[in-house]
T-cell receptor, first 111, second 113 residues
Framework: GEDVEQSLFLSVREGDSSVINCTYTDSSSTYLYWYKQEPGAGLQLLTYIFSNMDMKQDQRLTVLLNKKDKHLSLRIADTQTGDSAIYFC???????????FGAGTRLAVHP | NAGVTQTPKFQVLKTGQSMTLQCAQDMNHEYMSWYRQDPGMGLRLIHYSVGAGITDQGEVPNGYNVSRSTTEDFPLRLLSAAPSQTSVYFCASHTAGHQETQYFGPGTRLLVL
């Protein structure tokens, strides 16, 4: 089955770029996702990438997928204090709707 | 649309008590799921349903029951609560063929003493 790993904490200065990394094991995962969770809230789908793509850009967000190394990254340009949250990487394992989540990376943005 | 709603927001139980966490969605989604979130472990799938009358187990189903009598509702039952079930529970739904977007509810925080 799928196993997803990500670093637990990242601290960046406001205005800098943030890069959150994730590795996964199941190369058959059709989609790979990034979710954002703000304090006390549920998960919000931030962006996703189809497995046959290498890159996807959406405004300040850039997702890079290295299928050979099974490595996924999320780059946030011009990071703002409102970007402070926990970011979860997730993949699909086996069954159609079984999302497998990483442990989450807590992004702290400081002035 | 209200999206995915969950009740209650918070609950405190004593060991051995039973309760039902409610989840409803008004988007006519076929697929619904229950996850629990524990510190440092991300979200883990408890049970899921691919349509009314059809449910299946996820990664961590022990101690939980589900049913899906309607498309809209997917309640999660704790038969005899244990401290290990202290967690934040999230319900999610999506429509068939669009697994790239799962809509999550706001969560239920459960404390079992």
């Amino acid at each position: 089955g799928e196993d997803v790993e990500q670093s637990l904490f990242l601290s960046v200065r406001e205005g800098d770029s943030s890069v959150i990394n994730c590795t996964y094991t199941d190369s058959s995962s059709t989609y790979l996702y990034w979710y954002k969770q703000e304090p006390g809230a549920g998960l919000q789908l931030l962006t996703y990438i189809f497995s046959n793509m290498d890159m996807k850009q959406d405004q300040r967000l850039t997702v890079l997928l290295n299928k050979k190394d099974k490595h996924l990254s999320l780059r946030i340009a011009d990071t703002q204090t409102g970007d402070s949250a926990i970011y979860f990487c997730a993949g699909i394992s086996g069954g159609y709707n079984k999302l497998i989540f990483g442990a989450g990376t807590r992004l702290a943005v400081h002035p | 649309n209200a999206g995915v709603t969950q009740t209650p927001k918070f609950q405190v139980l004593k060991t051995g008590q039973s309760m039902t966490l409610q989840c409803a969605q008004d988007m006519n989604h076929e697929y619904m799921s229950w996850y629990r979130q524990d510190p440092g472990m991300g979200l883990r799938l408890i049970h899921y349903s691919v349509g009314a009358g059809i449910t299946d187990q996820g990664e961590v189903p022990n101690g939980y029951n589900v049913s899906r009598s309607t498309t809209e509702d997917f309640p999660l039952r704790l038969l005899s609560a244990a401290p290990s079930q202290t967690s934040v529970y999230f319900c999610a739904s999506h429509t068939a063929g669009h697994q790239e977007t799962q809509y999550f509810g706001p969560g239920t925080r459960l404390l079992v003493l």
